[in-house]
């Protein structure tokens, strides 16, 4: 369940700043001052539209994403919901500002055609290759091995776009960074389990690709806006590189989890220093 908003219309920026706000993000992000942070990064469901329940050769179950919030009755529905969240993202969106949406073969042409239809530019599109993808278990396709990234400013021309292109350079060995980006799929002790031991969220991002996304499009102190925030994983990435987060996640398990995850993030930070006497 949902739980009720903290923050009223038009609260100034102060007050969304490191948070994870529990709502839909469609009528959270009217809320938010207009042109109010620098970056957006965008993890939307995918609507895999998945019919029947995936089964192994040997009969066992694919733990597939089947929640309800990546259920769309169609097309059009998803297209609807995907341009009524954009609009709304850039507005709040500085000018010299970019987003970055990530999705699948499944969405990310529908989700390209949208933010092109909306006056977005697309600067690059990033494959994130998976070191280690899941198997197409029926072995009747090519194994899914990537997803896609859009990085893209608000129009064809905006200026004073943050790109470190330098950092870049440096984290690939002196050479340019290139848009095919390698990132095992999230596992091991980053995965948030449960008590018994199962995924706390279906689709928690590995944090090194979002901690690339921040260094790479953002600098320090700038805000780091997620719509769809999950178990918090931007706002971990914002604020191991000491950048604000605004998140807004509409499950509250979810909202718990990412709120959890922050904060021993932020004990892990601390300690070491008071460990110093800092
Ligand atoms: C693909 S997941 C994002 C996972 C996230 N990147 C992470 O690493 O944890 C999409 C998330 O969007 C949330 N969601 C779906 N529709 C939403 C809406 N209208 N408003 C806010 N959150 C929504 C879902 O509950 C889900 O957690």
């Given at each position: 369940m949902p739980v009720t908003l903290p923050l009223a219309n038009g609260s100034s920026l102060q007050n969304w700043l490191d948070r994870v706000v529990c709502g839909d993000c469609l009528d959270v992000l009217e809320r938010l001052p207009a042109q109010s942070v620098d970056?957006?990064?965008?993890?939307?469901?995918?609507?895999?539209?998945?019919?029947?329940?995936?089964?192994?050769?040997?009969?066992?179950l694919v733990d597939a994403v089947d929640d309800a919030w990546d259920q769309f009755g169609s097309f059009a529905e998803y297209d609807q919901f995907t341009r009524a969240w954009l609009k709304a993202c850039r507005r709040v969106l500085k000018d010299s500002g970019t987003i970055w949406v990530i999705g699948s073969y499944h969405n990310i042409y529908r989700v390209?055609?949208?933010?092109?239809?909306?006056?977005?530019w697309v600067l690059n599109d990033v494959i994130w290759v998976k070191a280690n993808p899941m198997p197409n278990f029926r072995g009747v396709r090519f194994t899914n091995a990537h997803e896609t990234l859009l990085w893209c400013k608000k129009s064809e021309r905006s200026t004073g776009i943050s790109f470190?292109?330098?950092d870049m350079k440096r984290e690939n060995g002196g050479k340019q960074m290139r848009s095919d980006w390698y990132f095992p799929i999230c596992g091991?002790?980053?995965?948030?389990?449960?008590?018994?031991?199962?995924k706390v969220h279906p689709t928690q991002k590995p944090l090194g690709l979002i901690e690339r996304v921040v260094r790479s499009s953002t600098r320090p102190g700038d805000v780091v806006l997620d719509p769809f925030a999950g178990v918090g994983t931007t706002a971990v990435a914002a604020l191991r590189h000491g950048r604000h987060y605004i998140g807004i996640e509409q499950e509250s398990e979810y909202c718990t989890a990412a709120r959890e995850r922050i904060e021993r993030e932020q004990q892990a930070v601390t300690m070491p220093m008071l460990a110093a006497g800092a």
């Amino acid at each position: 369940m949902p739980v009720t908003l903290p923050l009223a219309n038009g609260s100034s920026l102060q007050n969304w700043l490191d948070r994870v706000v529990c709502g839909d993000c469609l009528d959270v992000l009217e809320r938010l001052p207009a042109q109010s942070v620098d970056m957006i990064f965008a993890d939307p469901p995918y609507n895999l539209q998945l019919r029947n329940e995936l089964v192994r050769t040997d009969g066992s179950l694919v733990d597939a994403v089947d929640d309800a919030w990546d259920q769309f009755g169609s097309f059009a529905e998803y297209d609807q919901f995907t341009r009524a969240w954009l609009k709304a993202c850039r507005r709040v969106l500085k000018d010299s500002g970019t987003i970055w949406v990530i999705g699948s073969y499944h969405n990310i042409y529908r989700v390209g055609g949208a933010l092109q239809d909306l006056g977005y530019w697309v600067l690059n599109d990033v494959i994130w290759v998976k070191a280690n993808p899941m198997p197409n278990f029926r072995g009747v396709r090519f194994t899914n091995a990537h997803e896609t990234l859009l990085w893209c400013k608000k129009s064809e021309r905006s200026t004073g776009i943050s790109f470190n292109y330098q950092d870049m350079k440096r984290e690939n060995g002196g050479k340019q960074m290139r848009s095919d980006w390698y990132f095992p799929i999230c596992g091991g002790l980053e995965r948030l389990r449960d008590a018994d031991g199962n995924k706390v969220h279906p689709t928690q991002k590995p944090l090194g690709l979002i901690e690339r996304v921040v260094r790479s499009s953002t600098r320090p102190g700038d805000v780091v806006l997620d719509p769809f925030a999950g178990v918090g994983t931007t706002a971990v990435a914002a604020l191991r590189h000491g950048r604000h987060y605004i998140g807004i996640e509409q499950e509250s398990e979810y909202c718990t989890a990412a709120r959890e995850r922050i904060e021993r993030e932020q004990q892990a930070v601390t300690m070491p220093m008071l460990a110093a006497g800092a």
